[in-house]
């Protein structure tokens, strides 16, 4: 087992929303992650997770990557852009360069480096024609970039599997506990690690939903989340104004007094 160390990077998808522990904070595929690679690697394993909802790459780049770099660890996932294609003011030339410049960094102080390839979330989500070319560039880069500078690549966009709409949670923009099972899964096959096949079960699809049903719930969705989700672009807030990581420094992990199991 090469991996003492591993940093998590990036924005709500690698904080683990919205995959709960009995407490109410989040888990998720990172997590997963990091408690089968400490199985594998023995006591002397730590982890950090740097991760903060809302995050765009500009600041996950400025404010994570730093820190990522001076704890030297053997691994880092870089996952970030993803909040930046939903943004009005979004610079596909400066993203692409940018990303290709981070992900030479962290490689230069020689870490393996994990990178994703984001499933298809927008055919859940409105605004499909404007921000679905968007993720095929940024997918097409991090694939370009991931073998440039031999990162290692998930690929969570060729799998279909993602198309069930019971792997996301009902904001329809994060990954349900079935969702992030099946990351950490894929992550863990990427590296070459086993894994409890359970992590990739996929629930059956549910059976087509009445029309006016559907609009009902698509009313109910655009209230409870579409609308604050506006409010907070047009008052220039972010969901992760008021939050810090959730492991901010690398320390042994699983902890001494894990969370009760789900």
């Known amino acids: 087992m090469r991996w003492r160390s591993y940093v998590a990077v990036g924005d709500s998808f690698t904080e683990g929303l919205d995959d709960a522990y009995p407490d109410g904070s989040f888990r998720g595929w990172a997590d997963l992650v990091a408690t089968r690679l400490a199985a ?38 870089f996952a970030a852009g993803g909040n930046d294609v939903l943004r009005r003011n979004f610079d596909p030339d400066t993203l692409v360069t940018r990303f290709d410049e981070v992900v030479g960094r962290l490689r230069s102080r020689g870490a393996d480096v994990l990178l994703f390839r984001f499933a298809d979330v927008m055919a859940r989500l409105p605004g499909q024609r404007l921000i679905a070319p968007r993720v095929a560039l940024l997918n097409r880069a991090v694939g370009e970039t991931a073998e440039r500078h031999g990162a290692i690549l998930v690929d969570l966009y060729a799998d279909d599997t993602y198309l069930n709409p019971l792997l996301w949670s009902t904001d329809r923009l994060h990954l349900s506990p079935a969702g992030h099972r099946r990351v950490a899964g894929q992550v863990l096959a990427a590296l070459g690690v086993g894994c409890d096949e359970e992590w990739l079960l996929v629930p059956p699809n549910p059976e087509p939903t009445p029309w006016l049903s559907a609009r009902t719930a698509d009313l109910r969705w655009a209230g409870r989340h579409l609308a604050p989700w506006i409010k907070r672009r047009l008052t220039g807030r972010s969901s992760g104004d008021t939050r810090t990581a959730k492991r901010p420094t690398l320390t042994p992990f699983p902890p001494s007094t894990p969370a009760p199991p789900r």
């Not at 950090?48 to 691994?75: H, Y």
Request: no cysteine; charged share 15%.
């Open 40 to 77: 594998e690697a023995g006591p002397h394993f730590s982890y950090a997770n740097l991760a903060i909802r809302g995050r765009t790459f500009p600041s996950v780049v400025a404010e994570q990557v730093p820190a990522a770099l001076a704890m030297k660890p053997d691994l880092i996932s």
